[in-house]
């Protein structure tokens, strides 16, 4: 009975993606299904997907990142930089995955080493990153509209192998297997002579390395950089990985496939209620609806843990 429960449970996401596709694609006449609607769905979900990938770790443990967009706009900016100063295009890939990985780290320190609350330690690179990009941007237009965006036969490739790596690294190796028994009880964890910090460190090192390479691709499509770059962006992605079936408190539920069904789910119900006529402005009280249902859910089912809040 218990097994048909968890089977069940895991499934549901899958589910209420499906449905969600179904239900926007009739609503809106199949304006949903166009092939056009659809490529633009795969351009948005992209990024959010690559992102999403790698705060499945951080998430894993218990841990939130609040500077995902911020770090996201940075990393660009910078690539945008030194393109603009050295005219070399192979610089662009590693300097994102350089930025972003370094910030990643920044936090990560912050929060395993001097024992900052992740809430606080990400919000506080989120309001840095954003105040460098903010007094840069104010004073120039950084842009690499020179570059044509990347073809979708690499982006395709790149994501499956990342796709690939990442479900082994959670499935697999001691980082993924560490970070979710540090979610069951980081205490348990700490006890049983893992360090522990040492494994939370590495999340926040992989979340940023899969952040860069989302930043790569995103500013080879867009090509210039403006302040709202990243805005919203760690919200959608908390969003998506919870519509994904991932609990709040991380532990042994956490799964890369919460990062992939979620990232669809989120990219379909946004532009549903697009093309049904929805303004913008309103899109925010929209998923903050959404996200306070399920982590109401979420919250239910830590409580019969004896978990209610990330640790």
């Not at 351009?43 to 705060?55: C, D, E, P």
């Given at each position: 009975?218990?097994?048909?429960?968890q089977?069940?449970?895991?499934?549901?996401?899958?589910?209420?993606?499906?449905?969600?596709?179904?239900?926007?694609t009739?609503?809106?006449?199949?304006?949903?299904?166009?092939?056009?609607?659809?490529?633009?769905?795969?351009?948005?979900?992209?990024?959010?997907?690559?992102?999403?990938?790698?705060a499945?770790?951080?998430?894993?443990?218990?841990?939130?990142?609040?500077?995902?967009?911020?770090?996201?706009?940075?990393?660009?900016?910078?690539?945008?930089?030194?393109?603009?100063?050295?005219?070399?295009?192979?610089?662009?890939?590693?300097?994102?995955?350089?930025v972003?990985?370094?910030?990643?780290?920044?936090?990560?320190?912050?929060?395993?080493?001097?024992?900052?609350?992740?809430?606080?330690a990400?919000?506080?690179m989120?309001?840095?990153g954003?105040?460098?990009?903010?007094?840069?941007?104010?004073?120039?237009?950084?842009?690499?509209?020179?570059?044509?965006?990347?073809?979708?036969?690499?982006?395709?490739?790149?994501?499956?192998?990342?796709?690939?790596a990442?479900?082994?690294?959670?499935?697999?190796?001691k980082?993924?297997?560490?970070?979710?028994?540090?979610g069951?009880?980081?205490?348990a964890?700490?006890?049983?002579?893992?360090?522990?910090?040492?494994?939370?460190?590495?999340?926040y090192?992989?979340?940023?390395?899969?952040?860069?390479?989302?930043?790569?691709f995103?500013l080879?499509?867009?090509?210039?950089?403006?302040?709202?770059?990243?805005?919203?962006?760690?919200?959608?992605?908390?969003?998506?990985?919870?519509?994904?079936?991932?609990?709040?408190?991380?532990?042994?539920?956490?799964?890369?496939?919460?990062?992939?069904?979620?990232?669809?789910?989120?990219?379909?119900?946004?532009?549903?209620?697009?093309?049904?006529?929805?303004?913008?402005?309103?899109?925010?009280?929209?998923?903050?609806?959404?996200?306070?249902?399920m982590v109401?859910?979420t919250?239910?089912?830590?409580?019969?843990?004896?978990?209610?809040?990330?640790?």
């Amino acid at each position: 009975m218990k097994d048909n429960k968890q089977k069940l449970s895991s499934l549901l996401p899958f589910a209420a993606l499906i449905f969600v596709f179904l239900l926007f694609t009739a609503l809106t006449g199949g304006q949903l299904a166009t092939v056009k609607s659809l490529s633009r769905m795969m351009t948005q979900v992209y990024t959010v997907m690559l992102i999403a990938l790698g705060a499945t770790f951080i998430y894993m443990h218990g841990g939130i990142d609040f500077s995902l967009g911020s770090v996201l706009a940075l990393s660009e900016m910078s690539a945008a930089l030194l393109f603009e100063a050295t005219g070399m295009s192979w610089i662009l890939l590693p300097a994102t995955i350089v930025v972003a990985v370094f910030c990643g780290l920044l936090t990560g320190l912050a929060t395993v080493k001097l024992n900052v609350p992740p809430f606080i330690a990400s919000l506080c690179m989120q309001l840095a990153g954003r105040g460098v990009l903010t007094t840069i941007l104010n004073s120039r237009m950084v842009s690499v509209t020179q570059l044509a965006a990347a073809p979708w036969s690499l982006q395709i490739v790149v994501l499956a192998v990342i796709i690939a790596a990442l479900v082994f690294l959670a499935d697999f190796s001691k980082v993924g297997k560490y970070n979710k028994a540090m979610g069951e009880n980081r205490k348990a964890t700490w006890i049983s002579g893992i360090n522990v910090n040492r494994y939370r460190l590495l999340a926040y090192v992989i979340c940023g390395f899969t952040l860069g390479v989302a930043a790569y691709f995103d500013l080879r499509r867009v090509g210039v950089l403006a302040g709202n770059t990243g805005m919203g962006m760690e919200m959608d992605v908390l969003i998506a990985l919870v519509l994904g079936g991932l609990s709040l408190s991380g532990g042994y539920k956490a799964s890369i496939r919460c990062a992939i069904i979620g990232s669809l789910t989120i990219v379909i119900l946004e532009n549903g209620l697009t093309i049904l006529g929805l303004n913008s402005s309103y899109m925010g009280i929209v998923k903050g609806i959404v996200f306070l249902i399920m982590v109401l859910f979420t919250y239910k089912r830590n409580k019969a843990k004896g978990a209610l809040l990330p640790r």
